[in-house]
C-alpha cells in the first residue's frame, strides 16, 4: 500500500447515482410550492415530529454534553479514517465477513449484482438504505432480472407508488392516509379491496404483503447506521422489524455502507444511541437495534458480505470546510426544523439527501460544479435552526455560505469579464473603504427617491438586482443620509455632553 | 491499484492538511445511583409508554405468572438454555405446545411461523429509555426465535437493570448477535402516527423478577 503514495496529492474523485438535481432549485422549489396537498401533508408531519423531538431531548439534563461528545468523536474517525477503517476490516473478516471496496456508484452495484447472482436467486428483500439509493440499486438489479422488494413501509409506499422518497427518515412523508390507501389498493396483490385509510391496518396490509418474502428470501440487502472500528461489528436501527427480518432469516446478507459510518469504538454506542433515536423520531429509543459481527454459527446468515463505499466521500473529506458533512448520522431533524424544506418537500432538492444535510452534502460529493447542484448551497435563509438541531453540531450555514463561496468562484474561472456582481462588489469595495467615499455616493439619495417616484416604491433594478426586485418592491431611499442626519442632528449634543462631564 | 488501494490513497491525499481532533469530551451521564425501586419504576414506565405489557413479581410467582402470559398461546417455542423451573407451571418438558430450540436440531422458519409465542430471557435493560438487549445466550436462543413468533414473553431479572445506555454497555459482548428491544414492533411511517405491531411480534409481555 504504501508504495502507493508518491507525494503527490491527487484531485478529488467525485461521486455519481442519484445526487443530482435535475433542474436548478429555484425551479423545482417553486413547481413543489404548487403541491398544496404536499404542503400540507410536510407541515403536520414535521410539526409533529419536532414537538416530539424537543419533548424527548428536553428529558435528558446531559444533552449538550452528548452533542459535544458525539462531534468530537466524528472528527476524530474523520481525521484517523485510514487506520480505523484497517482496523475495521481486520476484526469484520477475523469473525468471517468479508470485505469488499467500491470506487463509485457503479462499482457497487456492480459489486452486490454478482453476489446476488451467486446466490443464484433473482428476488431480494432490502432494509432501508440511503446508501444503495445513492447508487441506484434497485434501478440496476432491474435491469439485470433481480428484483429488490422495499420492506420499510415508508419505503414500500415508495416503490408500490412509482414515487422518489421525500425525507431520509420517513420517504413517503408527503403522502397522507388516504394517499397510501388508494397507493395499496391500485398496488398490492390480494390486498383486501375493503381497507380502509386507519395507519393500524394499513400497516397490517403491508405486514401480509411481506411476509411470505420475508420467511422465503435468500439475499437480504441492508444499509448500516453504525460500524464500530474496534470489534467489527454493524449496527442497524429500526422500527418495524422488517430490519431484523432481514438481518436474521436469509442465508445471505450484503450491506453497503459509505466509508464515513465508521466509530472507533464499543462505548461511542452509549453516545450516539442516544443522540440517534431522540432526534430522528422523537423516541426515548428505536423499537429495534440489531448489532452482528462477521458471522456467528447456528445464528444468523452464514455468507455475510459488506460494501465499503466512496462515491465521492473522499471528495468531501478533501474540502476542509465541508468535510464536517461526513459526519452526518442521517437522523433528519435538521430537514424536520428547515422553514424551506417545510415548504417546497424533499422532492425539491433533487438528490437522494435533501433538506439542509442535502443542500451541502450533495454538492460535495459530486463537485460544486457537476450540473444543477451548484444551486443547492441557496437553498436555505441561513437561518440556523438546523445546526441548533443537528446532534452532532454540523454547523451547516457555515458550509452553506463556504459553497456559495465556491460556486461563485468556480463561475468566475469560467468566465473572461467580470460579471455584474464582480462589478458591483467593487463599487462597495471603494464606497465602504472611506467615509469621504461613502459620503460622496450618498449624495446621489435624492435621486433614487426620485425614481422612486410618488408610490415611494423602487419596482424594477437594472441587470442583475433585477432579481432582487423580481418578487418585491424597495422604498424608496430617504433624502437625507443617516450619515448627513447624525452630523446635523448630534454634532452639537455631543459637544454638550462634553462639556458636562 | 486495488479499490481499496484506490480508496485509501485518496483519503490520505484529503487528509494532507493534517487535521488534528480534539479528545472527545465524556461529561454526560455514566453512572447512576438510582434505587432499585426506582429503576423498576422507571423501566415499568417506558415499557408501557411503548404499549408493552408488564408484570413486576418475586422470583417465587415467576412459575405461575409465565404461566398465565402463556395461557392463551397453542403453542411456544423456548430456547434450549432456559430455566426448567421457570416453566414447572407452564409446560412440564413434555407438554405438547412447547417446542424447544436446540442447536443442531433447529426449529425451521415455517415451523416458527407456525407457533403462536416465544418464551426468553434477557441479558440487560436500560431503565431511561425501556430498552431490553437479548444476547443470544442459552436462555435467550438464537435471534430467529425471538423474531418469527408474534408474541414475546420475555423475563428481566431485576439485577440486570441499570439507569444509563453508558451503564448498560460495558454488560454486553459486542461480538455477539445483540438485539435491543424498546416495545413491540412499530411504525410512524404514516402521518408519524406511532401504530404498534408491524412485521416484529406485535405483543411484548415483560417479566420483571424480584430477587434473580
Ligand atoms: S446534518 Fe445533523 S441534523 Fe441533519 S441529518 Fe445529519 S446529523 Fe441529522
Known amino acids: ?501 | 491499484m486495488s479499490a481499496k488501494e484506490e480508496i485509501l490513497s485518496r483519503i490520505t491525499s484529503a487528509l494532507r492538511d493534517a487535521p488534528t481532533a480534539e479528545p472527545i469530551p465524556r461529561e454526560y451521564r455514566t453512572t447512576s445511583d438510582m434505587p432499585q425501586a426506582e429503576l423498576i419504576e422507571l423501566l415499568v414506565d417506558r415499557l408501557e409508554d411503548y404499549k408493552a405489557h408488564v408484570d413486576v413479581v418475586d422470583s417465587a410467582r415467576l412459575a405461575a405468572t409465565i404461566a398465565e402470559r402463556l395461557k392463551d398461546a397453542t403453542s411456544f417455542v423456548v430456547p434450549h438454555g432456559i430455566n426448567e423451573d421457570w416453566l414447572s407451571e407452564a409446560a412440564p418438558a413434555n407438554d405438547a405446545r412447547r417446542r424447544t430450540d436446540t442447536p443442531g436440531a433447529v426449529l425451521g422458519i415455517p415451523e416458527l411461523d407456525s407457533t403462536d409465542a416465544v418464551l426468553t430471557s434477557s441479558a440487560v435493560s436500560i431503565a431511561e429509555s425501556g430498552t431490553i438487549v437479548l444476547d443470544g445466550t442459552g436462555d435467550q436462543g438464537r435471534r430467529a426465535i425471538s423474531l418469527v413468533p408474534d408474541h414475546h414473553v420475555c423475563v428481566v431479572p431485576v439485577s440486570t437493570i441499570v439507569r444509563l445506555l453508558p451503564e448498560a454497555l460495558p454488560r454486553m459482548d459486542i461480538t455477539r448477535p445483540l438485539t435491543w428491544i424498546s416495545g413491540p414492533s412499530a411504525t410512524s411511517d404514516i402521518e408519524l402516527e406511532r401504530v404498534e405491531g408491524v412485521h416484529g411480534p406485535r405483543r411484548l409481555d415483560v417479566i420483571i423478577v424480584k430477587g434473580l
Not at chain 1, 410550492?33 to 403536520?44: C, D
Not at chain 1, 434497485?138 to 416503490?159: H, K, P
Not at chain 1, 407508488?161 to 398496488?187: M, Q, W, Y
Request: charged share 25%; aromatic share 6%.
Open chain 1, 1 to 501: 500500500m504504501s508504495g502507493v503514495f508518491m507525494g503527490m496529492p491527487s484531485l478529488p474523485v467525485f461521486g455519481d447515482g442519484n445526487l443530482h438535481i435535475d433542474e436548478p432549485f429555484p425551479a423545482a422549489a417553486h413547481r413543489e410550492l404548487g403541491n398544496t396537498q404536499m404542503r400540507a401533508n410536510l407541515r403536520h408531519a414535521t410539526h409533529t415530529i419536532r414537538d416530539k423531538r424537543l419533548k424527548v431531548v428536553g428529558e435528558l439534563p446531559d444533552w449538550e454534553e452528548l452533542r459535544d461528545a458525539g462531534a468530537a468523536t466524528k472528527n476524530q474517525v474523520m481525521a484517523n479514517l485510514p487506520a480505523l477503517l484497517e482496523e475495521f476490516e481486520k476484526n469484520f473478516t477475523a469473525r468471517g465477513g468479508i470485505i469488499h471496496w467500491a470506487r463509485d456508484a457503479d462499482e457497487a452495484n456492480r459489486i452486490v449484482s454478482d453476489l446476488i447472482k451467486e446466490q443464484e436467486t433473482t428476488e431480494v428483500v432490502k432494509v432501508k438504505s440511503m446508501a444503495t439509493q445513492e447508487i441506484g440499486l434497485n434501478e440496476y438489479l432491474e435491469e439485470q432480472g433481480i428484483s429488490a422488494f422495499e420492506t420499510d413501509l415508508a419505503e414500500l409506499i415508495v416503490q408500490l407508488g412509482h414515487d422518489k422518497p421525500s425525507h431520509i427518515l420517513v420517504p413517503a412523508i408527503h403522502k397522507n392516509r388516504t394517499e397510501v390507501r388508494d397507493i395499496f389498493l391500485a398496488e398490492m396483490p390480494n390486498v383486501d379491496p375493503n381497507l380502509t385509510d386507519e395507519p393500524r391496518l394499513l400497516a397490517m396490509a403491508a405486514r401480509e404483503h411481506l411476509r411470505r418474502k420475508f420467511l422465503s428470501a435468500k439475499v437480504a440487502v441492508s444499509g448500516a447506521n453504525f460500524a464500530l472500528a474496534d470489534s467489527g461489528t454493524l449496527a442497524v436501527v429500526e422500527s418495524e422489524g422488517n430490519g431484523r427480518m432481514c438481518l436474521t432469516l436469509p442465508e445471505t446478507l450484503i450491506t453497503v455502507m459509505g466509508i464515513e459510518k465508521l466509530l472507533p469504538a464499543k462505548e461511542d454506542l452509549e453516545v450516539f444511541m442516544q443522540l440517534l433515536p431522540r432526534s430522528s423520531t422523537g423516541e426515548r429509543m428505536n423499537p429495534y437495534t440489531s448489532l452482528w459481527t462477521g458471522v456467528t454459527e447456528g445464528d444468523g446468515p452464514q455468507n455475510v458480505h459488506l460494501v465499503m463505499l466512496d462515491n465521492g466521500r473522499t471528495a468531501a473529506l478533501a474540502d476542509k470546510y465541508g468535510r464536517t458533512a461526513l459526519n452526518c448520522i442521517r437522523c433528519s431533524a435538521c430537514m424536520n426544523v428547515c422553514p424551506v424544506y417545510e415548504r417546497t418537500g424533499g422532492h425539491a432538492y433533487g438528490s437522494t439527501y435533501p433538506g439542509p444535510i442535502g443542500a451541502i452534502l450533495s454538492p460535495l460529493l459530486t463537485g460544486i460544479k457537476s450540473e444543477e447542484n451548484s444551486s443547492l448551497p441557496y437553498a436555505s435563509s441561513l437561518c440556523g435552526a438546523c445546526y441548533d438541531a443537528c446532534p452532532v453540531k454540523i454547523n451547516i450555514p457555515e458550509i452553506l455560505v463556504h459553497l456559495r463561496g465556491e460556486d461563485v468562484d468556480s463561475r468566475r474561472e469560467t468566465k473572461k469579464l467580470p460579471s455584474q456582481m464582480d462589478l458591483m462588489m467593487k463599487g462597495a469595495q471603494w464606497a465602504f473603504s472611506s467615509g469621504k467615499n461613502l459620503g460622496l455616493l450618498e449624495k446621489g439619495l435624492p435621486l433614487g427617491k426620485l425614481a422612486a417616484g410618488r408610490e415611494k416604491k423602487i419596482k424594477r433594478l437594472p441587470g442583475i438586482a433585477a432579481g432582487w426586485t423580481q418578487s418585491r418592491d424597495i422604498p424608496a431611499p430617504p433624502a437625507q443620509s443617516f450619515r448627513d442626519w447624525w452630523k446635523k442632528d448630534h454634532q452639537p449634543a455631543a459637544a454638550t455632553t462634553e462639556q458636562e462631564k
